[in-house]
């Protein structure tokens, strides 16, 4: 019993000179390589938030906290979330001049939903939209539209992206901050970064000749331009391939032109804020019918 005892205070004493050891050790190896951090930063880092989205450019919110306090070129007004508050916040911490703040919102230019957009096909692959695309374009008839495959929605850090019951990835204004994290990794680069301030929004890029189009999906751009030639500001254009809209040009024309190209379009795809195209109920309008 003696021996027992004497075998275990043998390595209680052992063990707890390794531990003394071991931990003289590190505090040592602490100190040699301590590295001074510069409380700004900390300060800094706190005021962000916390998304680590790399909208700013940096690798993160401490990347950027690092950067803006020790650079003098890096402004403050980097942090897409958090808008004119944290680039007002950082401002006030750094010195720096907090210049203009860009206040953004994406829109998801489809509006090809299962009930308009024609499906050719049974896509039994990798559920992601970047797989999908790989296979003849994806599933469906129209190659340029949302394959509801929800990429950009595990991409999405703030919550802000969901698929709807049309099948299509769906916004919430109220949640998107603008960070884009989700522009990049639409395989058919339908997200576009919008003022969070506009007047009318395009739910269509397609491609396709006309007749491509009107076979596909029901509220596809036909490339009439229409709208382009009806724009009294000029803000909407045609670049060879899809129609864009320039929004400073638009709301610097103001609300007198009445969203003119929004009426001249037959195919439904530009639409005031809050409205989306809904052809049948244009249709039924025209003929009378009640739906």
Request: glycine residues 8%; charged residues 20%.
């Amino acid at each position: 019993m003696n021996e027992v005892l004497q075998i275990a205070l043998w390595g209680l004493a052992v063990f707890t000179l390794l531990g003394v050891f071991f931990g003289f050790t590190l505090a040592a190896v602490a100190i040699r390589f301590h590295v001074p951090t510069n409380p700004l930063v900390e300060q800094v880092r706190d005021v962000l938030p916390s998304a680590n989205c790399g909208a700013c450019g940096y690798a993160g919110c401490t990347a950027y906290a690092e950067a803006v306090v020790e650079r003098s070129d890096v402004p403050v007004n980097l942090c897409v979330p958090g808008r004119a508050p944290v680039a007002k916040s950082l401002g006030a911490l750094t010195g720096k001049d907090v210049g203009s703040v860009a206040d953004r919102i994406v829109i998801m230019r489809c509006h090809g939903t299962s009930a308009y957009a024609r499906e050719e096909a049974i896509y039994a692959g990798i559920e992601t939209c970047a797989a999908a695309a790989l296979v003849f374009g994806g599933p469906k008839a129209c190659k340029n539209g949302c394959l509801g495959l929800a990429d950009c929605v595990r991409a999405c850090p703030f919550q802000a992206l969901s698929i709807g019951d049309g099948g299509i990835a769906v916004v919430d204004p109220e949640a998107c901050t603008g960070c884009a994290v989700c522009v990049p990794v639409c395989p058919k680069d339908l997200f576009q970064l919008y003022p969070r301030i506009h007047r009318i929004e395009l739910s269509c890029v397609a491609r396709d000749k006309q007749a491509i189009v009107r076979s596909t999906c029901m509220v596809g751009c036909t490339q009439c331009r229409k709208c382009v030639s009806k724009c009294p500001a000029g803000a909407v254009t045609w670049d060879g391939r899809t129609i864009l809209i320039d929004h400073d040009l638009c709301l610097a024309y103001g609300p007198s032109c009445e969203e003119a190209c929004v009426d001249i379009c037959p195919s439904y795809i530009l639409h005031r804020i809050g409205q989306r195209p809904r052809p049948e109920v244009v249709e039924a309008a025209t003929t009378g019918q009640v739906i």
